[in-house]
């Protein structure tokens, strides 16, 4: 009996130390990989994902990590953050759209570096 297929958000958020090109890709990339571990994710499961930084950041598209993982086929998209006074800056965040059989409890949700302090449920040693 197979199990029935449903469409899941999976959020996560890292931040990094400079606005840099190859720093906003390594970090995104780890946090992908870690996304994809804990979620046992293939590329066809990832239906899109919204990325979004804060306003400090403009480097590059955290979107090429993706890209470099694989993720040509997803629907990709990257935004700006909403620069709400006293919020966490160099903040990169992702919301993964995924077909899986995982219950929303399943879910593992991922929380990183300085973005451990917005859910801190959610966080992840390194």
């Not at 190859?22 to 046992?40: F, Y």
Request: charged content about 25%.
């Amino acid at each position: 009996m197979s199990k029935d297929i449903y469409c899941r958000g999976i959020r996560g958020a890292t931040t990094v130390e400079h606005n840099d090109r190859e720093e906003i890709v390594t970090a995104t990339t780890e946090l992908l990989q870690l996304l994809i571990e804990r979620n046992d994710l293939h590329p066809d499961d990832i239906v899109s994902a919204i990325f979004s930084m804060t306003e400090d950041l403009d480097a590059e598209f955290p979107a090429v990590a993706a890209r470099k993982l694989g993720w040509v086929e997803s629907a990709l998209m990257c935004t700006r953050e909403i620069p709400v006074p006293g919020s966490l800056g160099k903040c990169i965040r992702v919301l993964i759209h995924v077909n899986t059989t995982r219950s929303i409890a399943e879910i593992q949700h991922i929380y990183i570096k300085g973005a451990a302090t917005l859910r801190p449920t959610f966080k992840i040693e390194l």
